[in-house]
T-cell receptor, first 115, second 110 residues
Framework: EPEVTQTPSHQVTQMGQEVILRCVPI?????FYWYRQILGQKVEFLVS????????KSEIFDDQFSVERPDGSNFTLKIRSTKLEDSAMYFC?????????????FGSGTQLSVL | RKEVEQDPGPFNVPEGATVAFNCTYS??????FFWYRQDCRKEPKLLMS???SGNEDGRFTAQLNRASQYISLLIRDSKLSDSATYLC???????????FGKGTKLSVKP
């Protein structure tokens, strides 16, 4: 079965540093998402991306966050100046259509630790 | 605010038992609901989609009650390998963001 791949699997950074989390969605998918899960908490929606622009974003996705699809295959999440509370598992996901009709495939996640 | 609420458990059951989880949602406009399975420190994996009056897949049955705004998951003849956290999720936005519950932990014991 095709899969969403994410790199790195673990990222440790110092507070205030920039991080870029990388994802390769499934090749024929058109909709891309980032979710995060703080340890012991819910999986939370961050942002959805379609046709090279943000479709929807949550209140978590503030000016410190940005997404990009730089080369037609990668989908990245950048956190400009990390805070301690950004420590979480970040999941990338993709789907071939909007979720009323299509299932969402998740990558295995990047565990971000901000020290 | 759109919310999805679940009993966190844990549910500790013996092998072969039948176990049911419920989930309530607050967004009456949601059209689609899903049950995901999440193993410890892993990604959520889709277990079942739940549409209209519900559906069955082997030992798993999902039901949707729109009037009461809840969905349920029934697992029959539970196996050790069913031990995981079960997340319910509802479609929350215009471009497909899912709102997840916190999950219900299931432990199946021999």
């Amino acid at each position: 079965e095709p899969e969403v791949t994410q790199t790195p699997s673990h990222q440790v950074t110092q507070m205030g540093q920039e991080v870029i989390l990388r994802c390769v969605p499934i090749s024929n998918h058109l909709y891309f998402y980032w979710y995060r899960q703080i340890l012991g908490q819910k999986v939370e929606f961050l942002v959805s991306f379609y046709n090279n622009e943000i479709s929807e974003k949550s209140e978590i996705f503030d000016d410190q966050f940005s997404v990009e699809r730089p080369d037609g295959s990668n989908f990245t999440l950048k956190i400009r100046s990390t805070k301690l509370e950004d420590s979480a598992m970040y999941f990338c996901a993709s789907s071939s259509g909007v979720l009323t009709n299509e299932k969402l495939f998740f990558g295995s996640g990047t565990q971000l630790s901000v020290l | 605010r759109k919310e999805v609420e679940q009993d966190p458990g844990p549910f500790n059951v013996p092998e072969g038992a039948t176990v049911a989880f419920n989930c309530t949602y607050s967004n009456s406009a949601s059209q689609s609901f899903f049950w995901y399975r999440q193993d410890c420190r892993k990604e959520p994996k889709l277990l079942m989609s739940v549409y209209s009056s519900g559906n069955e897949d082997g030992r798993f049955t999902a039901q949707l009650n729109r009037a009461s705004q809840y969905i349920s998951l029934l697992i029959r003849d539970s196996k050790l390998s069913d031990s995981a956290t079960y997340l319910c999720a509802g479609y929350g936005g215009s471009q497909g963001n899912l709102i997840f519950g916190k999950g219900t932990k299931l432990s199946v014991k021999p």
